[in-house]
């Protein structure tokens, strides 16, 4: 069984986001804790069409907090550039909020992961009963790869934008830390009051 405390979620945020998340925690859109200031990164198109996914469980995709599996993912390269309709974002206002799997356990948040993009038909969803099987259901080397687009490998897309979704508010003490693109981004993070020792920069995490 993988250690999962080593399995790491990363959720992109606006850099605007971080004084509400302190605060607050990761919290839903339709929580009593929302952040009535939320800036949004995404694609407004892609988030109206999660909202009326519904998963095997019968729950709404919309209804639950998307993570990722890792870095460097084509919906970063999509917000960085502008492409799509989605308005461009520079890196360093983005910020990746850092978890692990089990820290959402140990907290006792509801979740189900996948072993692919979520609204793809041919990605499968699971629920805490699999979590230890994680380790062999996700594809660490899909996830992990530099690029996407292979001749030989039409799916590759797919597997490596495997996503874990939590269904609760996540507590700010379920955070690991943080990755910023810049020594500029981590010193506004410094001053939203986060110790320089949770922030890591990571260029690399970027486009």
Not at 87 to 114: E, R, W
Not at 120 to 145: E, H, L, M
Not at 189 to 194: A, P, V, Y
Request: proline content about 5%.
């Amino acid at each position: 069984m993988p250690e999962l405390s080593k399995i790491y979620l990363f959720r992109m945020t606006h850099i605007q986001n971080i004084p509400h998340i302190l605060s607050n925690g990761i919290t839903h859109s339709s929580s009593p804790n929302s952040n009535p200031a939320f800036v949004p990164i995404g694609n407004a198109s892609l988030i109206s069409s999660r909202d009326l996914f519904v998963m095997p469980n019968g729950n709404r995709l919309g209804d639950y907090i998307p993570f990722y599996f890792g870095v460097r993912m084509p919906m970063l390269y999509v917000i960085q550039n502008g492409f799509t309709g989605v308005a461009a974002t520079n890196a360093q206002d983005i910020v990746y909020c850092v978890c692990n799997v089990q820290q959402i356990v140990n907290h006792k948040l509801d979740f189900v992961f996948t072993d692919g993009h979520a609204v793809n038909t041919f990605s499968s969803f699971y629920d805490p009963s699999d979590v230890k099987r994680i380790g062999s259901i996700i594809d660490r080397k899909a996830i992990d790869s530099k690029y996407w687009n292979d001749e030989k490998d039409l799916d590759l897309k797919r597997r490596k934008e495997a996503e874990f979704l939590v269904a609760e508010d996540i507590p700010v003490t379920a955070i690991d830390g943080y990755a910023v693109y810049n020594a500029t981004a981590q010193n506004r993070l410094i001053s939203f009051g986060i110790s320089k020792s949770d922030i890591e920069i990571f260029s690399e995490f970027y486009f």
